[in-house]
Nanobody, 124 residues
Framework: QVQLVESGGALVQAGGSLRLSCAVS????????MAWFRQAPGKEREFVAA????????DYSDSVKGRFFIFRDNAKSTMYLQMDNLQQEDTATYFC?????????????????WGKGTRVTVSS
């Protein structure tokens, strides 16, 4: 059974930091590109960041570039999202996703496994 389990979401003040984790089981991790998406209340899901299979190539949305850092530990089958200088507009439920492809992609339809999400709330 494939499982992607996010953790690390919390309430944090603007300017603060959080680190999200996504633990993967039941599927090949080291050959799969991974990504974070988020969905704010009343809004569409949006791409946040993606990392290729061997942690050598990352892609970020313009809204988080320079503040967020995506990385992975293939030995632990876990992906991370370090979020610094959080802003109120970062408030959302964050989802991790896995694709059978090794290269990064921003298209949600390319991801075949999803977690249930972890909530991040940024207060002023």
């Amino acid at each position: 059974q494939v499982q992607l389990v996010e953790s690390g979401g919390a309430l944090v003040q603007a300017g603060g930091s959080l680190r999200l984790s996504c633990a993967v089981s039941g599927r090949s991790f080291s050959t799969s590109a991974m990504a974070w998406f988020r969905q704010a209340p009343g809004k569409e899901r949006e791409f946040v960041a993606a990392i290729n299979f061997d942690d050598s190539i990352a892609d970020y949305s313009d809204s988080v570039k320079g503040r967020f850092f995506i990385f992975r530990d293939n030995a632990k089958s876990t992906m991370y999202l370090q979020m610094d200088n959080l802003q109120q507009e970062d408030t959302a439920t964050y989802f991790c996703a896995a694709t059978r492809y090794g290269a990064t992609t921003r298209y949600g339809g390319h991801y075949d496994s999803w977690g249930k999400g972890t909530r991040v709330t940024v207060s002023s």
